[in-house]
């Protein structure tokens, strides 16, 4: 009788420990989707900023950017030459030799897209969209800016940004179909999550350092 009670208290905690998961779940796609009517595939409807963040997103084994980063690149450019930026901020991963997402994301810019070198500052330790945020926030002084990324990725930047401290809109980067992009937004949904967990619960660490320049006075 006592293995049976045991049993069932078990099997209790774990319907309640996946009922507040779910909810959880539930929770931070809805919140986080919410910021879905900040994403502007209009770039002039968007509100001109100091700043704007382009997210890294994988390059290519001959050093050029990926279809999706290169597509953000192509906006960021855009707004610039437009005049609604006056610097970008490329952030992105450089962990491994001969890898740089940020150093090839600068020199896009520069070399084929008629960006000045004196307006873009870079992140070398944009390992994922919390880290960019924050970082942002820390080291740049950023308080306002435009995300640069594809629309399945921008709710949850902005939603992020935002709740670090920066006021964020965002531009849509979606210029083509892309490979696996189903995959991508399948992974939206556990990334919103872990989105919600971070910012609310687990406040994980990140590359700190010292304070770079205001690029948003």
């Known amino acids: 009788m006592s293995s049976m009670i045991h049993g069932l208290r078990i099997v209790f905690i ?8 779910g909810f959880l779940l539930l929770f931070s796609v809805i919140m986080i989707e919410g910021k879905r009517h900040d994403v502007k595939a209009d770039l002039q409807a968007i509100a001109p900023q100091n700043v704007a963040i382009v997210f890294g997103a994988g390059i290519k084994r001959d050093n050029t950017p990926s279809d999706a980063l290169e597509d953000r690149l192509i906006v960021a450019a855009r707004l610039y030459h437009a005049g609604q930026v006056k610097t970008i901020l490329v952030s992105g991963d450089n962990r491994f030799k001969n890898y740089s997402e940020p150093d090839v ?12 070198a004196k307006d873009i500052q ?3 330790a944009g390992r994922r969209t919390y880290d960019t945020c924050i970082r942002a926030k820390k080291l740049w002084g950023v308080d306002h800016a435009i995300l ?18 920066i006021e964020s809109s965002g531009a849509s980067a979606s210029l083509r179909p892309y490979m696996f992009a189903v995959d991508y937004r399948a992974r939206e949904i ?5 989105a919600f967990i971070n910012v609310y619960i687990w406040h994980p660490g990140y590359v700190g350092g010292e ?5 948003d006075p």
């Not at 774990?14 to 998961?21: F, V």
């Not at 304070?211 to 690029?215: H, L, R, S």
């Open 148 to 165: 640069i990324s594809q629309d399945f990725h921008l709710p949850r930047a902005i939603w992020t940004c935002d709740k670090l401290g």
């Open 211 to 215: 304070f770079v320049t205001d690029i």
């Open 105 to 116: 994301m600068r020199d896009a810019l520069v070399e084929r897209m008629g960006v000045d």
């Open 14 to 21: 774990a319907l309640i420990g996946t009922a507040l998961a």
């Open 190 to 194: 556990l990334a919103d999550l872990n």
């Open 122 to 124: 870079a992140d070398y």
